[in-house]
């Protein structure tokens, strides 16, 4: 088996794997002005105009030739929304493109509709210290930049998402999280939460209606109005170009990946003997299981506050540790060529096995199954060079003491459906289950009173459920195209909605994932969109966010279709 990247030529001939350029907004050349002027009339003549495609974390929404720009700062990106406003165009912010679902660009937006791309990487990407405990960020700036930049005076954050090339804006635009609680008998530190990046703002800045200007303009909120609580997972539906965050003191973590563990103990009822989830969770805080389809042991990792290295980990001075992942094995390739190419999907679990193999050979050759180093080199683990799979996501809101009971449920339901399709010649699945387990956003995490919840935040507490205080993520993921997932996604999306239906535990969708599936189609079914989601969030909640994003765009210039058919609006422009 060769890691290498020398290896990716040959992948890449079968065409069975997008290219990592497409994640990067890169400006393209500035558009011949005279054809600017022709589409666009007097867009302002400071920014520059360029042509641009639009493609998605794995290429299931692509849009060819939309304009787009990279605006200097807050006030060109007023000038551009204001345009954008008089002209009945409409404005998508852009960062890594590092999504699935369709909250930026709908599939199959012509390269004449009127939507402008607004790439944020290239110049909103400022940092600095606010104060000893709080950093000032541009939202274009990368989530592996602004780890290192905290590192950098000794601060960083409980936990984060694994990819360190998704942009701030785009994280906290759809409440990201990492994997982390707190282990039995340890206290949150003093600027850390255990939720998602959004709980910790502080206050942000968008461009946002002013009624007496009669324009868009720049305006800063702080976390304790109450239009900052639908602002800080906003879904797209505003444009934030800088935010505050509450930091706190750096940690040392030491994370242990094994892979002996059967699933049948891992994901065990609760009460049963043995190496359960949980029981990690109770030591260590932060775990994480990766389940290859169709085995039987999956890839666990545990990270746990280490402050000085244990005599048996390697010590680690940046992140992504783990080239058998980002750099796809020639075996593993080869089995998703032939999938791709020749539709042989019934390879699906020779593909499981061989991505296990890879995993726990690739630990053991490359002396990573225990790292130990600054939090950013362990918590960040997955480049753009991984495999591009599609994802559903969910969000089980539970106790505590529940979790084990919500992941043996699961566990059983998705096994016996995935034996049960197999059984009759499908293999709905090629990829794996993720399994991460978070706090919820506690407003009092931010250190500011009066602070509100993000209104939108899949781990937004339930007021009526004081109990629920965890959150377990689940993730099925498979290769685009794979016959018969969305019927299989449907079958999971259901089982969590009726299982988890508000009783011990309530499922919320991920909103950068997979969901609102039909028997062929993904974020196309109507009663999830209409009811279930606002019902889940809260019929109050959704109402009052729908109600201050309306009012601080209410020309709905921030939108899409899929937006205004997600909260009930009419499409404009």
């Known amino acids: 088996m060769s890691n290498g990247p020398s290896q990716q030529p040959h992948w890449t001939r079968r065409g069975f794997l997008l290219t990592a350029a497409a994640l990067a907004a890169v400006p393209g050349p500035p558009a ?41 700062g807050p006030r060109q990106v007023a000038d551009v929304v204001n345009w954008a406003w008089r002209h009945g165009w409409r404005v998508r912010a852009r960062g890594a493109s590092h999504g699935w679902s369709p909250l930026t660009v709908t599939q199959g937006a012509p390269s004449g509709a009127p939507v402008l791309l607004v790439d944020t990487t290239p110049h909103l990407t400022g940092l600095t210290l606010d104060s000893p405990t709080a950093v000032r960020a541009g939202t274009g700036v990368t989530v592996e930049a602004l780890l290192t930049f905290l590192e950098e005076h000794g601060l960083g954050v409980t936990a984060a998402p694994a990819p360190g090339v998704l942009t701030l804006g785009g994280a906290l635009a759809i409440d990201a999280h990492g994997t982390a609680v707190p282990a039995l008998g340890e206290r949150r530190r003093h ?55 509450r930091v706190g003191s750096n940690t040392d973590l030491r994370c242990v990946s094994r892979t002996d563990i059967p699933a049948g103990e891992l994901f065990a009822a609760p009460g049963s003997d043995g190496r359960s989830f949980s029981r990690f969770l ?56 032939r999938m ?39 918590l960040l683990y997955l480049k ?33 459906r995935l034996a049960a399709y197999a059984a009759r010649g499908s293999f709905p699945v090629n990829g794996s289950v993720e399994i991460r387990v978070t706090g919820l956003d506690e407003p009092g995490d931010a250190g500011v009173a009066g602070a509100r919840p993000p209104l939108l935040s899949a781990l937004r507490p339930r007021a009526d459920h004081p109990e629920w205080d965890t959150a377990v993520w689940l993730d099925v993921l498979t290769l685009p195209g794979t016959p018969d997932a969305e019927a299989f996604l449907r079958e999971i999306e259901r089982f969590l909605l009726r299982t988890f239906d508000g009783g011990f535990a309530l499922t919320r969708v991920e909103w950068s994932k997979g ?33 201050a994003l309306d009012r601080l765009d209410p020309h709905r210039v921030y939108g899409n279709a899929f937006l205004d058919r997600l909260f009930g609006q009419g499409a404009t422009g």
């Open 384 to 416: 753009p060079s991984t495999l591009r799979v599609h994802a559903d996501g969910y969000a089980v809101l539970t106790s505590r003491e529940q979790v084990q009971r919500v992941l043996s449920e699961f566990a059983a339901f998705y096994r016996e």
């Open 282 to 337: 109770d030591q260590a805080g932060r775990v994480e299981a990766i389940w290859f389809a169709f085995t039987e042991h999956p890839w666990l990792k545990v990270w746990s506050v280490s402050p000085t290295r244990p005599l048996t980990s390697r010590r680690v001075t940046r992140p992504y540790n783990y080239p058998f992942s980002d750099n796809i094995p020639t075996p593993v390739a080869e089995l998703v060529g």
């Open 191 to 245: 600027g850390h939460t255990y939720g998602s990046l959004s709980n910790l703002i502080l206050s942000l800045t968008a461009v946002v209606w002013d009624s007496g200007a009669g324009a868009y303009v720049v305006r800063t909120f702080r976390r304790d109005e109450a239009d900052c609580a639908a602002l800080l997972t906003h879904l797209g539906r505003s444009l934030v170009t800088e935010v505050v965050l």
């Open 32 to 72: 011949d002005p005279a054809a600017a002027a022709a589409e666009l009339p007097d867009f302002p003549g400071d920014i520059a105009l360029y042509r641009s495609a639009y493609r998605n974390w794995v290429g299931e929404i692509t849009a060819d030739g939309l304009w787009a720009c990279a605006p200097e």
């Open 515 to 547: 969901w609102a599936y039909t028997d062929d189609g993904v974020w196309s079914d109507q009663e999830v969109l209409g009811s279930v989601v606002p019902a889940a969030v809260g019929a109050a909640e959704w109402a009052e966010a729908d109600a």
């Open 340 to 378: 791709t190419s020749e539709a042989a999907w019934y390879l699906a679990p020779v593909l499981g096995t061989a991505q296990y193999d890879a995993a726990a050979l690739g630990l053991v050759t490359t002396l990573s199954a225990d790292l130990w180093g600054p939090s950013k080199n362990t």
